[in-house]
């Protein structure tokens, strides 16, 4: 083979495999993360087919076995030239890596058991982690009803994640006759370290722990359930797992903390559902005392999703909890998953968010957004012609 040939059949390869890279497919992944890895694969490309033009091209003789037909100082001058662009790609790689965003470090809280969109934002939030969006650092349930904790434990077991920490409130909170027409079902018919509530631990120990393990500033909090859980870890003392209170963990700790709950800009009727109502001395309590900002998401009942279950296996758990739920009926509300959405994803177009005034609950767990509140809260708000992509994006995520 000739040394142009030679040259230039390694080149052409080198030169396809960087472009099939650059062009891969990708799935129709809308997400930051994703959006930021091809962006970091362009920029590679570029550098490394621009590095390739500015280095001169060398005979592939200094590659074959017989080096004795040039000069011992050429030979030296290609090899250098050869180690140079060899080890300047592999730093290429090594810096793409390096470049690319970690996980973040989130902590979903849940009731699990009235509705079913608590098994939706199950689904999205086990997604973004097969995404490496999120590192799941524990999930935590606010419901007092036996089978919440071993269904939300099945479920992060059959998404392969059965390790992941979980805990449970150990005191009166919500009832436990408000029961669910799915949790018991899919902790039955799934396998789960939990036959109830009673055989997982304490939540605000499990709070307290993966706090204390995160580094500071870190941390994405979000709970799409009764603020129970919440209000036991900020009235919570020192102890032997770390030095600081409750309140102090969640100051240095917690860097997003996101609640789905109430109805804006007034929710004044004490019978009709929301999530302040079950516990609602707790809503009160985290509102008042939480020591930063609040994101407060109520949107989500006009968001239907669930009507790609029909695709999936009729054991696939999420397909089981919202035939349950929903019979017939193709969709059901996504308030839980818009909440989860807004705290992995905050910079994304489709949200404004509102900083005048603040959140006001009232005792019985209505609530009204009023023009002043001496605690820091934002209310997420997202227009009509933004439904259609939230929409489609969470029904991507919950069907994956």
Not at 258 to 279: A, S
Not at 358 to 377: K, L, Q, S, Y
């Amino acid at each position: 083979m000739s040394e142009f040939s030679f040259s230039r059949t390694i080149d052409l390869w080198f030169n396809f495999f960087t472009i099939f890279w650059l062009f891969e497919k990708e799935n129709g992944d809308e997400s930051p993360h994703s959006k930021r890895l091809l962006m970091v694969r362009r920029l590679l490309v570029s550098r490394i087919l621009s590095f390739q033009l500015r280095v001169p091209r060398f005979s592939s003789n200094c590659l074959m076995i017989n080096f004795d037909t040039r000069p011992a100082c050429s030979q030296r001058h290609q090899f250098r030239l050869l180690s140079k662009r060899v080890f300047s790609i592999i730093f290429l790689c090594l810096s793409t890596v390096c470049m690319a965003e970690s996980p973040i470090p989130i902590i979903f809280d849940t009731d699990i058991d009235t509705d079913c969109d608590d098994v939706g934002a199950v689904a999205c939030l086990h997604a973004m982690a097969d995404a490496d969006e999120v590192n799941i650092l524990a999930t935590t349930v606010s419901s007092n009803f036996q089978y919440s904790a071993p269904c939300l434990d099945a479920l992060n077991a059959f998404y392969g994640r059965e390790s992941i920490p979980l805990g449970v409130p150990k005191r009166d909170g919500a009832s436990v006759d408000r029961g669910s027409r799915y949790a018991k079902q899919i902790a039955q018919r799934f396998p789960s370290r939990f036959k109830t509530n009673d055989d997982a631990p304490a939540a605000v120990a499990v709070l307290r722990k993966v706090l204390a393990d995160a580094d500071d500033d870190s941390v994405r909090l979000v709970t799409v359930g009764y603020l129970t859980n919440v209000a036991d870890l900020l009235r919570s003392s020192a102890d032997e797992q770390c030095p600081l209170t409750g309140s102090e963990l969640a100051r240095r700790k917690v860097s997003h903390f996101v609640v789905m709950g109430g109805r804006y800009p007034e929710h004044l009727d004490p019978g009709k559902f929301g999530n302040f109502k079950p516990d609602p001395e707790s809503a009160v309590y985290v509102t008042k005392h939480w020591p930063g900002t609040i994101y407060f998401s109520g949107q989500g009942e006009k968001i239907g999703t669930g009507r790609g279950r029909d695709g999936l296996p009729e054991i696939h758990p999420l397909r089981v909890a919202y035939d349950l739920f929903l019979g017939k009926t193709a969709t059901r509300s996504s308030w839980d998953q818009v909440a989860l959405l807004f705290a992995v994803r905050p910079q994304a177009e489709y949200w404004s968010i509102r900083s005048d005034g603040g959140n006001h609950i009232f005792p019985n767990g209505t609530n009204r957004w009023v023009d002043e509140d001496p605690a820091d809260h934002r209310l997420v708000e997202f227009s009509d012609q933004h439904k259609p992509t939230i929409e489609t994006e969470i029904e991507r995520l919950m069907m994956q």
